[in-house]
Structures are given as C-alpha cells and as structure tokens.
C-alpha cells in the first residue's frame, strides 16, 4: 500500500495539488478527516480532532500530513474491531494508529488519560473527548483552549518545541490576548505568557 507520505514524497506535482487543495478544503487529508468523523459518530463514539487539523478548523490554516483524534481507551478498542479490513488498516508494530486505505493517510489516535510530548506524567493530559468536543461544521473539535493547553504541555519535551511555535501561530492569527492564559491550566499558564511576550516584543506584532 502506498502511503500518503510516501507518494507525496515521491511526486512533486502531486504534492503541489494536495497542498493547494489542502486549503480548499478538498483534499485526501479532508477526505480522510470527514469519512473517518462519519464513521465514529455511526458508532457513536465520542471523539475530538486535535492537532494540525483542529487548529486549521480554529483559524490557522497550515497544511499536514495526518489526521489527530482524541479517543478514549475503550474506544480505541472498538474502533479496531470495527474498522480493521473495513476502508481501514493498522500500520505494522501500532494498535493506536490507522491508515485509510483510499487515500493512504494516516490517522493517529490519543489516548484519554495519556500524556503529551514525551509521555511523561504531568499535570495536563489528554482529557475525555466528551468533555472537551466542540461542533465546528459538523465535525468534532477539541476547544480553543483545549488545544493550546495540550500544545504547551507537549512542547515541554525537547523534541516538540514546534508545538510551541503552533502556539505563538495561534496567538498571532487569532490575536489572542495574554489574559488567554486565565483560561488554561496553570501548569501552562506561565509557558503561554512567555511565548505571548515574546510575540509583543516582536518587530512585526500587531497584539494591543
């Protein structure tokens, strides 16, 4: 099976029209994020899109590769009894990853109750997606300040610095205020108060 990433590797024409048609709306990774939504809520499952696709859905349109979603453990469960050898495969060596088999994305599950980053315990981990879901368009996003929370806790590890970069992105284009941080855990808090000062010293900063 030829991955999405592999092809998109592999043929810079098809790339260039994936990334084009990635901010219409129309491309294998919004195919892949609406026929996989579509068949969770069938199931009725509870789930949350985070990552890449959750911050495009809040505003900062960037392109990515894969598709995020936050599930429980039981879920997790029954999505693969459900979904294996139905549109769907388990990539070799991972029970909580998925790739649909018409487009060759991947689809990448976390785990409520687990850690960002690095694993590690911390006070922020990744809540019930019942908890967190917002409707945006249909679909099943976690919050604006979900979102952060869990940028800035997984950019405490060393090798996910950019998901701190996310943040300032996210800052930056939706003009979030400093006083955000009121509305996210405090073990962050501190974290989004640099980043947002940072942003304020900046040459180019538009924040009041």
């Not at 908890?131 to 996003?141: N, S």
């Not at 940028?151 to 955000?180: C, I, M, N």
Request: proline share 6%.
């Amino acid at each position: 099976m030829i991955t999405y990433e592999g092809r998109l590797d592999a043929d810079l024409d098809y790339a260039l029209r994936e990334g084009s048609m990635h901010f219409e709306e129309k491309n294998a990774v919004h195919d892949t994020l609406r026929r996989i939504t579509r068949r969770l809520a069938e199931l009725q499952i509870p789930y949350a899109v985070v990552g890449g696709m959750a911050m495009f859905a809040h505003g900062f349109r960037r392109f990515t590769e894969y598709v995020d979603l936050l599930v429980t453990r039981e879920s997790m469960q029954l999505i693969s009894q459900q979904l294996e050898g139905l549109g769907y495969v388990h990539p070799p060596g991972s029970r909580n990853k998925l790739r649909d088999t018409a487009t060759g994305v991947r689809i990448e599950f976390l785990i409520t109750g687990g850690f960002p980053g690095d694993g590690k315990p911390k006070p922020v981990a990744f809540p019930d997606p019942a908890a967190v879901a917002v409707d945006i368009d249909g679909i099943h996003y976690v919050g604006l300040e979900t979102l952060v929370e869990l940028k800035l806790a997984s950019g405490t590890a060393p090798h996910r610095l950019k998901d701190l970069a996310d943040v300032q992105e996210l800052v930056r284009t939706l003009s979030l205020p400093r006083t955000f941080a009121e509305r996210i855990a405090p073990y962050v808090r501190e974290k989004f108060y640099e980043l947002w000062d940072a942003l304020a010293a900046g040459p180019s900063n538009d924040q009041g």
